[in-house]
């Protein structure tokens, strides 16, 4: 799914009208309806439901979400910031008036105690930080225990870039438009956004396809694995090295072989240091242990001829960060055509020598966590915003797939695309959930996955099995064997 800007929703909206030749009203109809079946698949209608509205088009959303859940038999009460009104908003404050529904205007919002308090003061028309009347109303709904449910986008957010310290609505749940905005992807934003669920309203499918963005969110739709040939053998399904472990980190070596083999490779070897295989072989009777002539886990021998036998390879899992020569002798020595997935320590070897990164080969998936990432390019970042573009340019400037882990892990791309995972959830943040996900990327890669879906898919599916592994167990509870578990 495409991430749009609100430039582009503004263009989408107005296609639309013109396209399907609907009144702008009915879209606003349409957008509360939606909204309406949502909040009350949650909510309750023994809940009592205050609407605090602007006079923009999401305050009009505000003024018809009022009237359809007063039909649904909520009891709702509206409060309106006087403002420039819209055309739109306009007609609905007249069908609220029909309706008989209790409103007023508010010069400072005293809130009465309400179940739930409805946000519908600014949509993505917010242009400036907000002051006065509104910033006043933003702290009242923030300091009140109510429940808050956005419409759209929390009143305050910017849509496209960064809102750090301006007043903005704290939302339990944020009900938002057809596509979600690039402010819901930054970690910076959580606080603001509660749990979000995206409203498809029909938008022109055609103008979408036509519209271009860097930005996509990865849903169900756009997965699509590779068919498992029926005369297919262990032979044909590809062979994964990796190299991972040192001594006292062989779990993150035994995580991501495990992971390696469920994703359906057909073989996997795991090249380890020296002295440490009958820890992989009694946790993993599967896979090929080949052990390190040395401490670490880099082999002296190793040549472009003996790595370019496998398929692909992953590299990274526990492998400390002692021997940055064999790390090196690795990368030079790495055939061009091979697909490579680079996590964890061998991440922060780059990050240590950045002069091998045009040693890299041409197929590259890096997976850092946030931390990695600082280490891998040297700098921090002032805002969520920042940190996207500097992956960006990461991506764009050394020609790789880069995975920056977290929530919504994003995924940028050299073409300067950035793919947002959709699956996934807290209970990830235990020990190993990374070592998995390397372990399925490298099966995917093996498997014959271009460099771009192994990291779309891979990371769609590892936060998937997360996600059944939170439903079997609990987010406190799953560690990250569950993971695995639940990849099916
Ligand atoms: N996709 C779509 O295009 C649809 C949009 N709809 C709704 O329309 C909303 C956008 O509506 P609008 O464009 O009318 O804009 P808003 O309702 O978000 O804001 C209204 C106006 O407030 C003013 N404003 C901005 N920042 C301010 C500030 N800090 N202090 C005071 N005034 C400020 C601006 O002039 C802005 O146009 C969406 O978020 C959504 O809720 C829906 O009604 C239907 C379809
Ligand atoms: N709150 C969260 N929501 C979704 N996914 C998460 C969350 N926390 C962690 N994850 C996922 O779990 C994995 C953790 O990776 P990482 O930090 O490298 O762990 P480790 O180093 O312990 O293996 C990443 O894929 C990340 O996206
Ligand atoms: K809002």
């Known amino acids: 799914m495409k991430i749009f800007n609100s430039e582009q929703l503004r263009l989408l909206d107005a296609y639309t009208i013109k396209e399907k030749g609907i009144a702008s009203v009915d879209l606003m109809e349409r957008a509360a309806s939606v909204f309406v079946e949502i909040f009350s698949e949650i909510f309750g209608a023994e809940e009592s439901v205050r609407i605090i509205c602007g006079t923009g088009n999401n305050g009009g959303d505000g003024l018809a979400v009022a009237r359809l859940l007063h039909q649904k038999g909520y009891t709702v009460f509206v409060d309106i910031i006087n403002g420039n009104e819209s055309a739109d908003f306009k007609i609905n404050l007249e069908r609220l008036n029909q309706q008989q529904i209790p409103w007023q205007y508010v010069a400072e919002l005293k809130l009465a105690p309400t179940d739930i308090i409805i946000d519908a003061i600014f949509g993505f028309g917010i242009n400036r930080p907000t002051t006065g009347i509104y910033q006043k109303t933003i702290a009242a709904i ?37 596509s979600p905005k690039l402010a819901f992807m930054m970690p910076e934003n959580d606080k603001w956004v509660g749990k979000l669920h995206i409203a498809p309203i029909g938008l022109s499918e055609q103008k ?57 490779v057909g073989k996997i070897t795991t090249h380890i240091p020296r002295d440490t295989a009958q820890i992989l072989q009694i946790s993993i009777p599967e896979v090929i242990c080949q052990e390190s002539e040395n401490k670490s886990c880099f082999s002296e021998s190793w040549n472009t001829d003996t790595l370019q036998k496998y398929d692909a390879v992953g590299i990274g899992p526990g492998i400390g960060t002692k021997n940055m020569n064999g790390f090196e002798n690795f990368l030079l ?39 990695e990432f600082k280490t891998l390019i040297g700098q921090l970042w002032e805002n969520d915003f920042e940190k996207l573009e500097l992956l960006k340019g990461f991506a764009i400037k050394n020609g790789v797939i880069i995975c920056l882990k977290g929530h919504y892990t994003a995924m940028a791309l050299p073409s300067g695309e950035v793919h947002f995972n959709s699956t996934g959830n807290s209970g990830m943040g235990t020990a190993g959930s990374g070592d998995v996900l390397t372990g399925i ?41 569950d993971i695995i578990e639940n990849f099916i």
């Open 142 to 178: 923030n300091e009140s225990k109510s429940k808050v449910v956005a419409i759209d986008i929390p009143s305050g957010l910017f849509p496209d870039a960064s809102s750090e310290n301006h007043s903005i609505v704290k939302a339990t749940h944020t009900i938002s438009f057809e």
């Open 208 to 264: 979408k396809a036509e519209l271009k963005t860097d930005y996509h969110y990865t849903l169900k739709a756009d997965i699509k694995p590779l068919a498992r040939e029926q005369f297919g053998h262990k032979g044909t399904f590809g062979h994964a090295l990796l190299i991972a472990g040192s001594k006292g980190m062989m779990g993150a070596a035994v995580l991501a072989s495990k992971a390696c083999l469920r994703s359906g």
């Open 333 to 371: 020595n790495f055939p061009t055509n091979t697909p490579l997935v680079i996590d964890a320590d061998a991440i922060n070897l780059l990050g240590e020598n950045p002069s091998l990164l045009k040693y890299l080969p041409r197929n590259v998936i890096l997976t850092p966590h946030p931390k």
């Open 441 to 481: 990327i490298l099966g995917f890669l093996a498997q014959g996955y271009s460099v771009k879906e192994a990291a779309i898919q891979g990371v769609y599916e590892h936060g998937l099995a997360g996600d059944r592994a939170a439903t079997k167990r609990s987010e406190r509870a799953m560690i990250a064997s």
